[in-house]
């Protein structure tokens, strides 16, 4: 016997399509009105939504060094409205590669609960970061004084540099925790990516050119395995959970930074409630 198809199966596909278009219509027309505005400046939309710029373009007025009070000369400078992590060459290093005299540069202002967005470029083998949740005096207590101690948005160039040997330190990478999802899109050396993190209560999320590539709960029991296998398991307090700077990390090599925007979040309960109401 010949099953009779429901004449509102046809109306449901039409319109969960729609609501589908609708839908991934709306993201692209934000991302297209943000890579159509000009660099370092905020949308109406984003104005309204609270974001703000952490770099105009011009000055580094919100930034400072990291255990120091002012930005390291040497190794940064604006070019054309761009942030250039100037190359340093050959220095003395720690165990982990990073300089033991680096130049790491941290917001002014700590922030809690928040959505960091901006755009990056490597140099060829070029190696940076974004850490965030960082503490200045946890980080100067330890060597070398002038690298940051917090979770690390990874930045690398995974074609050529060898740290991409290991997941876990590839582009995008929650640095020695987490390893990107293998069908993230990462633009090579010498082309712009976009990097987006996402920090609120116990949870984050990576995300690479408009795909979420990992996400975490500190909480978790298998938050707790990783860390415990990490470079970051014998640092007493380097989990805890606080209002933190955010970094761009000095590794040496060239990098660039520009459109770098922060908006603040409410707490998790907070947002819950919202939501309710």
Not at 88 to 97: L, N, Q, S
Not at 150 to 176: N, T
């Amino acid at each position: 016997m010949t099953a009779r198809r429901s004449p509102l199966l046809p109306l449901f596909l039409v319109t969960a399509l729609g609501l589908f278009a609708v839908s991934c219509a709306g993201e692209n027309s934000t991302e297209s009105a943000e890579a159509s505005s000009s660099p370092n400046t905020l949308t109406a939309a984003e104005q309204e939504a609270g974001w703000t710029l952490l770099f105009d373009g011009e000055d580094l007025s919100q930034w400072t060094g990291l255990g120091r009070d002012s930005i390291p000369r040497g190794h940064w400078q604006i070019e054309d409205g761009v942030l250039r992590k100037v190359e340093t060459g050959e220095v003395p290093r720690a165990a982990d590669g990073q300089p033991l005299e680096g130049g790491d540069i941290m917001t002014k202002k700590t922030y809690r609960n928040f959505e960091l967005k901006l755009e990056w470029k490597a140099s060829e083998a070029g190696n940076s970061g974004i850490k965030y949740n960082v503490s200045d005096s946890l980080s100067t207590a330890h060597e070398p004084v002038y690298a940051a101690l917090g979770f690390e948005y990874q930045l690398l160039d995974d074609e050529r540099h060898p740290d991409s040997e290991e997941p876990s330190h590839r582009s995008a990478a929650l640095y020695d925790l987490i390893a990107p999802g293998e069908q993230k899109s990462l633009n090579p050396a010498g082309e712009w990516n976009r990097a987006r993190l996402v920090f609120r209560g116990p949870r984050g999320e990576h995300w690479l050119n408009g795909e979420k590539v990992l996400e975490y709960d500190l909480t978790s029991a298998r938050f707790d395995s990783l860390f415990a296998a990490s470079k970051y398991a014998d640092i007493e307090g380097f989990r805890t959970r606080r209002a933190g700077h955010i970094v761009l990390q000095d590794h040496t090599t060239d990098f660039w930074f520009r459109n770098i925007k922060i908006r603040e979040l409410p707490p998790e309960d907070a947002a819950a409630t919202a939501s309710a109401e």
